[in-house]
């Protein structure tokens, strides 16, 4: 299995920023290694369905956004850490939630990034709340 463990998740004022980081380990990541995983951020607020934040494709060239944070949300990869980053600028009451990191294994040719679908690991989430 695969193993995502998010962090970085804090209370931060309005304007402020933050960067998110999850940590990939476990026997089938080891077996494929963290260049063979599509990554993604998804978050979910209080009492709102899980939504699609950021992703980046296994090959590192490829990212996407959804439309609320794009010029704000950065996501990148370090493979040699084991890491998928998300740096978050210019925060907003809006982006309260819980922050979920996600991976798949199966670098498929179609990916749709923004569906909890497509991806087969899920971490337990990080807890960012954003003052105003």
């Known amino acids: 299995q695969v193993q995502l463990v998010e962090s970085g998740g804090e209370l931060v004022q309005a304007g402020g920023s933050l960067r998110l980081s999850c940590a990939a380990s476990?026997?089938?990541?080891?077996?494929?290694?963290?260049?063979?995983?599509?990554m993604g951020w998804f978050r979910q607020a209080r009492g709102k369905e899980r939504e699609f934040v950021a992703a980046?494709?296994?090959?590192?060239?490829?990212?996407y956004y959804t439309d609320s944070v794009k010029g704000r949300f950065t996501i990148s990869r370090d493979n040699a850490k084991n890491t998928v980053y998300l740096q978050m600028n210019s925060l907003k009451p809006e982006d309260t939630a819980v922050y979920y990191c996600?991976?798949?294994?199966?670098?498929?040719?179609?990916?749709?990034?923004?569906?909890?679908?497509?991806?087969?690991?899920w971490g337990q989430g990080t807890q960012v709340t954003v003052s105003s």
């Open positions: 996600a991976a798949d294994s199966t670098r498929q040719s179609t990916f749709i990034a923004t569906l909890t679908g497509s991806y087969s690991y």
């Open positions: 476990g026997r089938t990541f080891s077996t494929y290694g963290m260049g063979r995983l599509d």
């Open positions: 980046i494709r296994w090959s590192g060239y490829s990212t």
